[in-house]
């Protein structure tokens, strides 16, 4: 019995790189003696893409329209052909309806393939939130999106680099608002969906740490009350259900990363969005000065608490790139290595 597990790559903003990272990440062979990887996205688009990265000798596209067509050979990119780009009225790196049209109908598809059982797990490559909107879907990414379409309740974003993982009480809402949605209830919520996270990941007993949110955890409330009223409250009741918590209190922000990276902890729960994303990308991300590219742009972004596995690239679009054949394909590579244990360890 096939034991690789078949992996659902949607191709992002077609006006993106995710086209052509895809084909550099698939051009390795390596990938396909792991899993079975197709592309959820419009085969024209592909073959677009591999005479931009100059592999027209090396790649095919293989364009089908149901997962039992595939072949997932090397050499062959397997691509579930939405044929929903006018390849005449494509242009690299500018925003268009018809490009965040078919952005979210390549996640629509990818979620009820993965939903059906026909794929073990999704991989997102980015999308343009102001493309999608421009279609009339009125998502701030994709996690949002996945949520509503797996009807889910209660989930949460995680990003990981090599060893260090990060979960988010909230993500994308304004700073004020993130503030007031420290609530005992949602962090204890995220400590529970961080633990089982780890235990997915064949972590026997997650070592969790919880970010304070205020200054030195507020100083016994002269900086603010939120870890004394709302975040301490959260980490007795996870203690309680004997999830491991080393320090049993809130761990001040400017000292908790350095901390996970030390082994103290497996996964940190963060309290809103850059104090959790900023960290990730001091360490996955590494740009050249003296050659004015991105070096490294790893990591990535797992979508936990839903009933399909997510894993998406950290990084956007990259309009500014697209087109050049200059995008690093790293998280892409991490994402479909993140999939895949993840799809391992689920069955």
């Known amino acids: ?11 992002g ?3 993106g790189n995710g086209a052509e990272l895809t084909v550099k990440t ?27 990265v100059n592999m027209e000798n090396e790649i095919c596209i293989h364009a089908v329209k149901n997962i039992s067509e595939a072949s997932f050979l090397p050499g062959t990119i397997d691509v579930y052909d939405m044929a929903l780009v006018d390849i005449d009225r494509h242009i690299y790196g500018k925003l268009s309806k018809m490009c965040g049209e078919a952005a ?3 996640v629509i598809k990818v979620i009820e393939l993965a939903l059906k059982g026909e794929i073990d797990a999704t991989v997102t490559n980015a ?12 998502y701030s990414g994709h996690t949002e999106i996945y949520a509503e379409y797996t009807h889910t309740d209660k989930y949460t974003m995680m990003l990981a680099h090599e060893n260090l993982r990060v979960v988010h009480v909230s993500t994308h809402v304004p700073l004020r608002q993130a503030c007031d949605l420290v609530k005992k209830e949602r962090v204890l919520e995220v400590i529970r969906i961080a633990n089982e996270a780890c235990k997915a990941l064949g972590i026997t007993t997650p070592k969790i740490g919880v970010a304070g949110l205020n200054p030195h955890c507020g100083e016994n409330g002269m900086f603010g009350t939120e ?16 999830i491991l918590i080393p320090e049993q209190k809130p761990t001040p922000p400017d000292s908790i990363f350095s901390k996970a990276l030390g082994g ?6 963060a309290m809103y969005h850059d104090q959790g994303h900023i960290p990730l990308k001091v360490k996955g991300f590494v740009y050249n000065q003296e050659l ?10 797992v979508t936990l608490g839903i009933p399909i596995i997510r894993v998406s690239v950290d990084h956007g679009t990259g309009f500014d790139l697209a087109g050049t054949g200059k995008s690093n394909q790293l998280s892409l590579m991490n994402s479909i290595d993140y999939a895949i244990r993840l799809a391992k360890n689920k069955k």
């Open 1 to 11: 019995m096939e034991k690789r597990p078949i992996i659902g790559i949607t191709m």
């Open 13 to 15: 903003d077609p006006a």
């Open 26 to 52: 698939l051009s390795d062979p390596m990938i396909y003696e792991d899993c079975r990887p197709i592309v959820i996205g419009d085969a024209s688009c592909m073959r677009k893409a591999v005479r931009l």
């Open 104 to 106: 979210f109908q390549y």
């Open 127 to 138: 999308i343009n939130k102001e493309a999608i909107n421009m279609a009339g879907h009125h």
């Open 227 to 242: 870890e004394i009223e709302e975040i301490q409250p959260a980490i007795d009741q996870a203690g309680a259900e004997g």
């Open 264 to 269: 103290w902890y497996d996964i940190v729960v």
């Open 292 to 301: 004015k590219q991105w070096d490294a742009v790893a990591g990535v972004n």
